[in-house]
């Protein structure tokens, strides 16, 4: 039998097998008929096809798929739905992108050349699906597929996964980008590849991502959450128990990504880096084999984990903190260590460059930490739900799990935010078992595993406690409510629609 990662995106002519039946078939069936009368309206005539791609939130496993570690994501039924036509001459050889809100989002047009550079000093909503474009042609090229010359595309969006939130609306707008321009031309792929070539199509926009929002959206099943592994990427079902839910609540704390990933994002990414070199070194690799060769984390976890053997244990930790002080490093604290200046070290990157230039200092030691002790929960998580524990006993147990996670994410790796402490404090105060913010942090969601009796009240003591207040400055409206704070169940992944 095939595995799942390694069949085609589905390609459905009915809403059917995606958004199943009931309220949800009759929103999602609203939105493709709005979708099509808006693209007639603003193009002139319909789409030939549809792609859509889901967020997803991620229960445990933060800002170590980078470091090739295993994560826990599911996907959630906010998605992004791209209808896009292609054109039959060469007459038109323009992108006109286009969305459904287009109050926010007005229309970018970009030529139909692969090769353009994004200008990433000039942030536009359209770079996104140009992102998309890039890769698609790129992994064509690759696999030596007779290119087609450009034609013009016509593309219209809709997303329902709110921006900034840590729901991965970025991956869910890059595949569902992706999947379009390769059904537009005929075309389908494993998943596993769509997922590994959609991970490197956001690097095109300077986000250094780790693959695991983009693994997820491509490769979801409804009912399940997903084990996702790296090198090679392949997804594993996990059962979540049936007496709890997962509640997500945005903390109204917009964290804006490829914005920020100097200071923020690709900030960790480059510490991480310079602390598994260093480690490395400290461990007794020469410098120069470590610069060429040591990549991640996960690369010298292996020497660690050596080192903690010698000592009667398996904790790569133990080499941690016996190597790494935990005052931060200076630039040139790093460069005496490893001989070479710190451009180099990272191989002149331009993303690695910018982060350079704003760092005053790094944190090996909590950076460091932190990822080692994260990828041990993801397992304790997945082990957990496969045990033998009675339901109570496992909640309890994943409820712990999850504010571990938290409490790594907020004071070793730095990634939270006032209103994201706020709100998880609330949580627990409520009677959830674990709250931990989700996504990259510095604004964005938590997520909380709350008993299945108690969801309605949860959310409505959360509206009051958290929300109200928010409502009577302006903030949001009340109207809204529903959209930033929800329960999910783990939903399906990447689809094509053709009707």
């Known amino acids: 039998m095939t595995k799942h990662e390694e069949l085609p995106v589905p390609s459905f002519s009915t809403l059917e097998p995606v958004y199943g039946d009931g309220s949800q078939l009759e929103e999602a069936q609203l939105r493709f008929d709005k979708l099509k009368s808006k693209f007639i309206e603003v193009f002139g005539h319909q789409p030939d096809t549809y792609a859509r791609s889901p967020g997803r939130v991620n229960l445990i496993g933060e800002h170590i798929d980078y470091e090739g570690y295993s994560v826990l994501p599911m996907a959630i039924r906010q998605d992004t739905i791209v209808a896009i036509r292609k054109h039959d001459t060469e007459s038109q050889k323009f992108l006109r992108i286009a969305n459904v809100n287009d109050n926010k ?4 047009t970009y030529a139909a050349d692969p090769d353009q550079d994004i200008d990433l000093k000039n942030h536009k909503w359209g770079h996104y699906f140009i992102c998309g474009y890039k890769g698609y042609h790129e992994f064509i090229k690759s696999k030596g597929i007779n290119i087609e ?4 595309l016509d593309v219209l969006v809709d997303g329902t996964v709110p921006t900034g939130s840590g729901l991965s609306s970025s991956a869910a707008f890059v595949c569902s980008s992706t999947i379009a321009i390769m059904a537009a031309f005929g075309m389908n792929f494993p998943k596993k590849e769509l997922a590994q070539l959609t991970c490197e199509c956001e690097r095109h926009i300077g986000t250094q991502s780790g693959g695991m929002d983009q693994a997820i959206s491509v490769m979801a099943k409804p009912g399940f959450a997903e084990l996702i592994d790296f090198n090679p990427i392949r997804a594993t079902d996990v059962q979540l128990p049936a007496g709890g839910s997962f509640i997500i609540a945005h903390s109204l704390a917009e964290s804006q990504k490829a914005v920020t990933a100097a200071t923020n994002y690709n900030n960790r990414v480059v510490e991480c880096r310079l602390a598994a070199v260093v480690l490395s070194i ?4 020469k410098p120069e084999e470590a610069i060429s060769n040591v990549k991640t984390l996960s690369d010298v976890e292996g020497l660690c984990v050596s ?4 000592q009667g244990s398996s904790d790569p930790v133990l080499a941690v903190k016996e190597f790494l002080k935990e005052e931060p490093y200076t630039a040139e604290d790093i460069e005496s260590i490893t001989g070479e200046n ?3 070290v990272l191989g002149h990157s331009p993303s690695s ?3 350079l230039k704003a760092a005053k200092h790094f944190k090996l030691f909590q950076i460091t930490s932190h990822v080692y002790s994260e990828a041990k929960r993801v397992y304790a998580f997945k082990h957990t739900v496969s045990s033998k524990l009675s339901e109570e006993d496992m909640l309890k147990k994943l409820g712990d799990l999850m504010n571990e996670s938290h409490h790594s994410c907020s004071v070793l790796y730095e990634c939270s935010c006032p209103e994201l ?3 998880v404090t609330k949580c627990l105060k409520n009677g959830a078992l674990g709250a931990r913010l989700t996504g ?3 604004g964005g969601c938590v997520v909380a595993l709350v008993k299945e009796n108690i969801v309605p009240q949860f959310i409505l003591n959360l509206k009051e406690q958290f929300y109200q207040s928010r409502i009577d400055r302006g903030v949001i409206t009340k109207n809204d409510l529903g959209l930033y704070i929800f329960a999910s169940k783990p939903s399906s992944g990447a689809a094509i629609f053709k009707f």
Do not use: I, N
């Open 149 to 152: 010359l450009p034609v013009g």
């Open 421 to 423: 402490e706020e709100l």
């Open 282 to 285: 400290k461990l007794g690799m």
């Open 353 to 355: 460059l910018d982060v």
């Open 105 to 108: 989002y007005t229309m970018c």
């Open 440 to 442: 990259a942090g510095w």
């Open 307 to 310: 080192f903690a053997g010698r």
């Open 342 to 344: 710190l451009p180099s």
